[in-house]
């Protein structure tokens, strides 16, 4: 573990307990090895989150776009990489791959935010404190910002309850959880792989709430589409985009 030029790695052991029926590391997975390795940096160079708590901040997650480039497999070992990008304004811009026997298996591009607390405001980059190497971004497959097309129309397919297996200690749904929500609503995934997934974080499902899951499936492409919906007056909590291939 360490910082290598301008990237922080991490080497891990897929668990066994992350994959699906298929054996391959589960949507959801992926981007919890991608995220930790990019915990791990901050957590490295003083930052993390007691640190952030402590001064009244905490980073939040706005954009996030993984590819999949190949299958992931239980006990297979594998890098996390990942680094800081040019960044301008309140956006914290950041990337992440996932290596398997010297090539990229997943690659992600990445938008945070650092939150104050107490004037309810985002912090400039600039004044954050936060000081990393930086690197180019990377390109990918999967789009950094979507827009849900209107047909063909989103339909409700069921509801999801923020509760103890979901949420992490800020008490709301943490992010990496969401990929496995959505595909629990898909057909079987059996014989299939996610290739490339993008979601628009917008507002958190906190623990008890109740969200409504809406989804539809764009024909050309074959990607799904999800928004959920939180509360009476129904506010969009995050916005998808999942675009699976055959093993």
């Given at each position: 573990?360490?910082?290598v ?8 052991d897929?668990?066994s ?11 959801s ?5 991608l995220q ?7 957590e490295?160079?003083?930052f ?6 402590s001064?009244?901040k ?9 590819e999949?480039?190949?299958p992931?497999?239980?006990y ?8 800081a ?17 010297g090539?990229v ?20 980059v ?19 910002k979507?827009r849900?097309?209107k ?7 069921g ?5 103890y297996?979901?949420?992490d200690?800020n ?13 629990d ?7 299939k ?26 024909e ?25 291939a055959?093993?």
């Amino acid at each position: 573990m360490g910082t290598v030029d301008f990237y922080f790695e991490n080497g891990y052991d897929v668990n066994s307990h992350d994959c699906d029926y298929n054996n391959i590391l589960r949507p959801s997975g992926v981007l919890r090895y991608l995220q930790e390795t990019a915990n791990l940096q901050i957590e490295d160079a003083g930052f993390g989150y007691d640190f952030c708590k402590s001064m009244g901040k905490a980073f939040v997650l706005s954009r996030v776009a993984v590819e999949l480039c190949e299958p992931i497999y239980a006990y297979e070992k594998i890098i996390g990489r990942t680094w800081a990008c040019p960044c301008g304004g309140v956006s914290f811009n950041r990337c992440s791959c996932l290596m398997k026997d010297g090539r990229v298996a997943a690659k992600l591009s990445s938008v945070w935010a650092l939150l104050d607390f107490e004037s309810k405001t985002l912090v400039r980059v600039a004044d954050s404190g936060l000081v990393l190497p930086r690197g180019e971004p990377l390109v990918l497959s999967a789009p950094l910002k979507f827009r849900i097309p209107k047909t063909p129309s989103l339909k409700e397919a069921g509801t999801v309850k923020a509760g103890y297996s979901v949420c992490d200690r800020n008490m709301h749904i943490n992010n990496t959880r969401y990929p496995d929500i959505f595909c629990d609503f898909l057909p079987s995934l059996e014989g299939k792989r996610m290739a490339q997934l993008s979601v628009s974080y917008l507002k958190e499902g906190h623990l008890g709430e109740e969200m409504k899951v809406y989804m539809a499936q764009e024909e050309e492409t074959g990607a799904w589409f999800f928004r959920t919906e939180i509360g009476q007056d129904r506010q969009t909590g995050v916005e998808a985009r999942l675009l699976l291939a055959d093993l």
